[in-house]
T-cell receptor
Framework: AQKITQTQPGMFVQEKEAVTLDCTYD???????LFWYKQPSSGEMIFLIY??????QNATEGRYSLNFQKARKSANLGISASQLGDSAMYFC?????????????FGGGTRLMVKP | DSGVTQTPKHLITATGQRVTLRCSPR?????VYWYQQSLDQGLQFLIQ???????AKGNILERFSAQQFPDLHSELNLSSLELGDSALYFC??????????????FGSGTRLTVV
């Protein structure tokens, strides 16, 4: 069974600083995808970044980067130059690409608070 | 606007009652997924439909049921509601069903409060 672990329930970061949110996963399948979502206080789920298990390079999307370490089964999210609007819950998720269902399995989330 | 429409946005109902949550997927998406987000359980996958057929089932209670209609919209029916059913219910859609490198598009959710 798939499992996603986010060990940081809450984190503070100073505005304009960089921050890393941790995510480890467990799966026996060789083909999978890793995602990060942002959930602001308004509640919607916002897709941030994706990494496929066979991708050779780490994914980047603007200020977001995904540090994918396959052997360690980790997929940490980096946010550079934090902004006040980055304050939100962040969820790591995994999708087994060989599973007929293709559902996402989510971690417990990390609440990021950006200090002015 | 993500393209996935969920109605209603808020719902307050009493214990023992039955409610229906509705989801219209993004245009062209064939798969619809339902998730429950409660404070103590995080985001839990409930059920998936693909082109009208049930494709996968997660931690969905027997009191809950869902279906996807020919126009691809989906409804989640929750019956004999309990206080613990209070949660944010998300619908998401995706296409194609397998082999995609992309994730889902989430709706804005329905916040259910059972009193």
């Amino acid at each position: 069974a798939q499992k996603i672990t986010q060990t940081q329930p809450g984190m503070f970061v100073q505005e304009k600083e960089a921050v890393t949110l941790d995510c480890t996963y467990d799966t026996s399948d060789p083909s999978y995808g890793l995602f990060w979502y942002k959930q602001p206080s308004s509640g919607e789920m916002i897709f941030l970044i994706y990494q496929g298990s066979y991708d050779q390079q780490n994914a980047t999307e603007g200020r977001y980067s995904l540090n994918f370490q396959k052997a360690r089964k980790s997929a940490n999210l980096g946010i550079s130059a934090s902004q006040l609007g980055d304050s939100a819950m962040y969820f790591c998720a995994m999708r087994d690409l060989n599973n007929a269902g293709n559902m996402l399995t989510f971690g417990g989330g990390t609440r990021l608070m950006v200090k002015p | 606007d993500s393209g996935v429409t969920q109605t209603p946005k808020h719902l307050i109902t009493a214990t023992g009652q039955r409610v229906t949550l509705r989801c219209s997927p993004r245009s062209g998406d064939l798969s619809v997924y339902w998730y429950q987000q409660s404070l103590d359980q995080g985001l839990q996958f409930l059920i998936q439909y693909y082109n009208g057929e049930e494709r996968a089932k997660g931690n969905i209670l027997e009191r809950f049921s869902a279906q996807q209609f020919p126009d691809l919209h989906s409804e989640l029916n929750l019956s004999s509601l309990e206080l613990g059913d209070s949660a944010l219910y998300f619908c998401a859609s995706s296409f194609p069903q397998t082999g995609s490198n992309y994730g889902y598009t989430f709706g804005s959710g329905t916040r259910l409060t059972v009193v």
